[in-house]
């Protein structure tokens, strides 16, 4: 397996939730790495991405609760989710260049 995502569950709104995907170091060392998400009915989004030096980008509905990080000793990527909406349900998947896709951790949130 390339990249294993864990992390996800059921959360009530306003809860959190820390995601993790890990890859193997070849696939981990030398790229950006990223997490997607696609709702039931919709088309899969990017939600957030991570450069080898840290530089972060987040789409914009998830900024400021959103916070995705990496740890290159253990070639983990994480997403901390924090204050969570009903909108944020979807399946979440980790990524990177190439065509590398996890196999997607469920978030669901209860209003």
């Known amino acids: 397996v390339q990249l294993q995502a864990s992390g996800g569950g059921l959360v009530q709104a306003g809860g959190s939730l820390r995601l993790s995907c890990v890859a193997s170091?070849?696939?981990?060392?030398?790229?950006?790495m990223y997490w997607y998400r696609q709702a039931p009915g919709n088309q899969r989004e990017f939600v957030a991405s991570i450069g080898i030096t840290g530089t972060t980008n987040y789409r914009q509905s998830v900024k400021g609760r959103f916070t995705i990080s990496r740890d290159n000793a253990k070639n983990t990527v994480y997403l901390q989710m924090a204050s969570l909406k009903p909108e944020d349900t979807a399946v979440y998947y980790c990524?990177?260049?190439?065509?590398?896709w996890g196999q997607g951790t469920q978030v669901t949130v209860s209003s």
């Open positions: 990524s990177a260049p190439g065509g590398y």
């Open positions: 170091g070849s696939i981990f060392s030398r790229n950006v």
